[in-house]
Each structure stands twice: as structure tokens, then as C-alpha cells.
């Protein structure tokens, strides 16, 4: 997973596993594994792949970061007497799929793989060993947006290890050199272009009133945003089977609103390529107001932002408070696994409050159950409750997964966000080309 705190939208990649998946359904067919996915050893080594800050900083900051890795493995091996937990960094997005792929078809795949927004498609693939079962008694513990990315076809094949989440974010310096109040945020999208526009305006080229980010090819981060205010106004990206949404009559309103406040970021910068370059700005008094995952708060900090404040995004009239998980690190069990009952139980321990807490204190990553982020709301700062308050009582999501030609079906969406940004055409016919397109590319 990529650490950098002006990156980790970018942790799901257009090609989402394809690749990884095929191989996996070949492996199942007929490469070694045993009927259960369990196979006759004395060896009782558990191999986890992990992302990396849980991987690495066990050795690099066993003192701070360390703890959490240090913890899952020494709270099972304890409870598992004669059993050995080795936690491993394969890398992240891409390269974790490719070693992947080339550890299965080497006969050395792990038993527990890392991950974030692919396992839907290993999950078609009969892959990965469902968790329902192990579940029953946590799962109204666990926030359901942090599952979503993980079940497949009714069943729970992932469990979360930490997540995170889109708020608001504003720099209170800018909006009061506007002479706007900054004490609270924009309630409504209303508010929020009337308020941009203005700054805007009174900024005169030194600052302008909203951070917005244009479709930078597989890159998703234009698209997680959007997604945002999409799911605020009743139009999400897929339908409830799947199927691609892009030109649900009410998400047209939301690109109506998306196009006008693009008009009020600082030109040039919603196209940036990089995408650290882009919420900087807001950082370094360019900007006012954007969308921010719960990684801004230690970002802002970090960037000397010092009057920087959170919120939950402002809502469209009539809509309700949504948002996506970003970030969301899940843990399955692959059906190649040597000891698939032990496997389960050490996803299972991922989700325990102690642990959940840990990811916290120690690496400063949001807990994923309820009952853990509630126990650490109190010891968050002003900065970072207001991400906790969009876990436990918004709607929230994860970016859809796509069965078939992934890639060209966020294509489809981006040349049309393309075309909404920088064209006065019908918005209808825009997402009614992105749909005919998007549906084309999921047959195959």
C-alpha cells in the first residue's frame, strides 16, 4: 500500500486483479490443491502477506509502528502453540497481483493475501475461503462499507484490518482572508459554490475557492471524489447488481454542480498529474475548501497547515450523508492455503478491539469495527473526529469493483468527466455515451 499521505487515493488501479484472478481459477483447477483448500503438512507455518507499513516497520520501528505487526504475531502464535506467523511485504496494487500470480503458479503462494479493492474478482474465481461462518458473532460489529469491498454473490471472503474514509476539508485562513466565517463549513452544495465563487473572485489570481481534480487516466482519484457527491445524491456509480450507473437521471444534477465549481479551482491544477501537487494547494493557502481522505489531517499537519478544519462534505438538497472507504485494507484466505482453519482464524483476530486499536495508537490507522472506533473517538483529535462521525453514522461505500474489462469501463468514466470539465455539451448525451460504453466493455 502506498504510504505517502498525498497518495493513498490512487491505491486502486483500473485493471483491478484480472490477471492475478486468471491465474488463480488455473491454480484452483488443478495445481495441488486438496478438496477444502487444506493439505496434509507438519510444517505449521502461517504466511501472511501484509501491507507494507505492518510488514516492514516490525524491524524498522519495533518500538512505535512495530508494535501492531509484533502484536498479531505474538497473540497467535501464543494462542497457537507450535504454529510460526511470517508477515511479508509482496508489494502493493500491481505488484502485489504479479507476485502473486508468479508465487501460484511457483507453488508458493501464501496462505493470507492483502488487499483492497480485488478480491470480488477472486472471489468469482473460487480463490478465496468464505468467512461467514467465522463471522457470525462480529459482524453488526464491523461497519458494513469496510465489508462491501470483500463479499462476493451474498458471502464475506475479506475482513478489514483498518479503513479510511472521505470528509471535508477547508483552510480557514483563506475563507476568512475573504472575509467569509470560517467557524463552520458550507451546509449545502449551494453554499459551498456561492462560497467558492466568492473567493474566487476576491482572491484575484493569490487564491481560489475549491480544489477540484480532473481524470487522470487510470488514475482514480478524480473518480473517488465524484463518487462522493454521486452517492449524496442517490446516484451511485453501479446498481445494486453491479452494473455500471453513469447516467442515472440525478447524477446529472451532480455533474451539473461538478462542472460549475470546477470553475473555481485554480487553472491548470485540476489536470496536474500529480495528484500530491493538487491538495497541496489547499495546504499552501491556494485553496479553500476540497474533498479530503482522513489521511489530510497528519498531510496538513505535515505541510504546516495549521488553520486547516474537517468536516462532512456538504449535501445537495434532498440528499443524504454518504461517502467512500479509501484505504480499506482487507485480509482473505486463499483456497491454496496449507492450514485454512488456522488462515481464518488470523483474519478473524485482525478484527479484535485490541487489535483494531493498535492499528490506531500505534500506525494511526482508523479502526474498521464499531465498537473499536468508538473506544478511540475520545483520544482523536478535533482534526480527525469528524472522519470517525462518517464511519458510524454516514452511508458509506467502497469504489465499485467491475467483473469484466475493468479498465475500460473507468475509461468510459473519465472521458466523459473529461468532456463535463472542459465542454458546454449536453450533459445527457455525455454519460449517455459513457454508459453505452461502459455496458459494451463489461460484456466483454
Known amino acids: 500500500m502506498k504510504t505517502s499521505t498525498g497518495h493513498r487515493a490512487r491505491a486502486v488501479r483500473a485493471g483491478a486483479g484480472a490477471l492475478a484472478a486468471s491465474v488463480l481459477a488455473i491454480t484452483m483447477s488443478g495445481c495441488g490443491a486438496s478438496p477444502g483448500g487444506t ?19 516490525i524491524k524498522s520501528d519495533p518500538d512505535k509502528q512495530g508494535k501492531y505487526g509484533q502484536y498479531l504475531i505474538d497473540t497467535f502464535e501464543k494462542a497457537h502453540p507450535g504454529v510460526t506467523v511470517k508477515i511479508e511485504n509482496h508489494g502493493w496494487d500491481d505488484v502485489l497481483r504479479q507476485n502473486l500470480t508468479t508465487a501460484l503458479l511457483a ?3 501464501p496462505d493470507i493475501i492483502v488487499g483492497e479493492n480485488y478480491f470480488q474478482s477472486y472471489a468469482a474465481n473460487d480463490a478465496l475461503v468464505p468467512l461467514d461462518d467465522e463471522i457470525k458473532d462480529i459482524k ?44 463552520s463549513a458550507p451546509a449545502t452544495w449551494d453554499d459551498l459554490l456561492t462560497q467558492a465563487k466568492e473567493i ?9 475557492g475549491y480544489t477540484d481534480q480532473g481524470p487522470q487516466g487510470s488514475n482514480l482519484g478524480a473518480v473517488f471524489r465524484a463518487a462522493v457527491f454521486l452517492n449524496q445524491a442517490g446516484a451511485p456509480l453501479a446498481t445494486a447488481d453491479g452494473k455500471p450507473n453513469f447516467n442515472d437521471p440525478k447524477a446529472l444534477d451532480v455533474y451539473k454542480f461538478l462542472r460549475e465549481i470546477d470553475k473555481t479551482t485554480q487553472p491548470g491544477l485540476n489536470f496536474d498529474p500529480d495528484e500530491g501537487k493538487i491538495y497541496s494547494a489547499l495546504f499552501e493557502g491556494k485553496s479553500a475548501y476540497q474533498v479530503a481522505g482522513s489521511w ?53 483476530s485482525l478484527t479484535t478491539d485490541e487489535a483494531q486499536e493498535l492499528g490506531y495508537t500505534a500506525i494511526g490507522r482508523i479502526p474498521a469495527t464499531k465498537s473499536a472506533l468508538e473506544a478511540v473517538r475520545p483520544t482523536m483529535s478535533a482534526a480527525e473526529q469528524p472522519f470517525a462521525d462518517v464511519l458510524l453514522n454516514a452511508d458509506v461505500h467502497p469504489l ?26 449536453s450533459l445527457s448525451d455525455i454519460w449517455d455515451e459513457a454508459q453505452a460504453t461502459a455496458e459494451t466493455a463489461l460484456k466483454g
Open 39 to 57: 493439505q496434509a503438512s507438519d510444517d505449521k507455518t502461517l504466511v501472511v502477506w501484509a501491507e507494507g507499513t505492518t510488514a516492514d516497520t
Open 140 to 183: 453488526d460489529n464491523l461497519i458494513p462499507g469496510t465489508l462491501e469491498a470483500g463479499q462476493y454473490d451474498g458471502k464475506t471472503y475479506a475482513l478489514p484490518s483498518w479503513t479510511g474514509v472521505f470528509g471535508f476539508e477547508r483552510n480557514c485562513t483563506v475563507i476568512e482572508e475573504a472575509g467569509l466565517d470560517c467557524s
Open 400 to 425: 465499485p469493483q467491475w467483473s469484466t474489462n475493468p479498465q475500460q469501463v473507468w475509461q468510459a468514466w473519465n472521458d466523459a468527466f473529461l468532456k463535463t470539465l472542459t465542454t458546454n455539451d
Open 296 to 348: 489530510h489531517v497528519a498531510w496538513a499537519a505535515q505541510s504546516g497547515c495549521t488553520d486547516c478544519q474537517y468536516s462532512m462534505v456538504p449535501l445537495p438538497a434532498g440528499g443524504t450523508q454518504s461517502s467512500l472507504v479509501v484505504g480499506n485494507v482487507l485480509y482473505a484466505v486463499l483456497k491454496t492455503s496449507k492450514h485454512v482453519d488456522l488462515a481464518k482464524e488470523f483474519v478473524k
Open 107 to 109: 507453488g508458493t503462494g
Open 200 to 208: 474566487t473572485a476576491k482572491g484575484a489570481g493569490k487564491y481560489y
